[in-house]
């Protein structure tokens, strides 16, 4: 099982920047899959930014061109830097971690949460 930690939330005026961090601990071969989730208040989470082993990235489209997730394999960390923030980009964000094979998903792990605010 893996534990992950998230950090960097806070409140930013639209047109900010904010940077997350994910740190997971335990057994992380037990993963190939790390990314980030959010959920607004009356919605479903949603996917925002996934990151593999390979360091290949996939981007929910609202969030394209402005958010770049990325990885430091050596402290387990991964990173959402959100430059150009609006204010629906207001959520809870969470990290996810989990392996995925050609016969699904399995050992996930999902953060606390960390709350994001954009707002003037």
């Known amino acids: 099982q893996v534990q992950l930690v998230e950090s960097g939330g806070g409140l930013v005026q639209p047109g900010g920047s904010l940077r997350l961090s994910c740190e997971a601990s335990?057994?992380?071969?037990?993963?190939?899959?790390m990314g980030w989730y959010r959920q607004a208040p009356g919605k479903q989470r949603e996917s925002v930014a996934t990151i593999n082993m390979g360091g290949s990235t996939t981007y929910t489209d609202s969030v394209k061109g402005r958010f770049t997730i990325s990885r430091d394999n050596a402290k387990n960390t991964v990173y959402l830097q959100m430059n150009s923030l609006k204010p629906e980009d207001t959520a809870v964000y969470y990290c996810?971690?989990?392996?995925?094979?050609?016969?699904?998903?399995?050992?996930?792990?999902w953060g606390q949460g960390t709350q994001v605010t954009v707002s003037s």
């Open positions: 335990g057994i992380i071969s037990s993963i190939n899959v």
């Open positions: 996810r971690a989990y392996k995925i094979t050609a016969w699904g998903t399995s050992n996930n792990s």
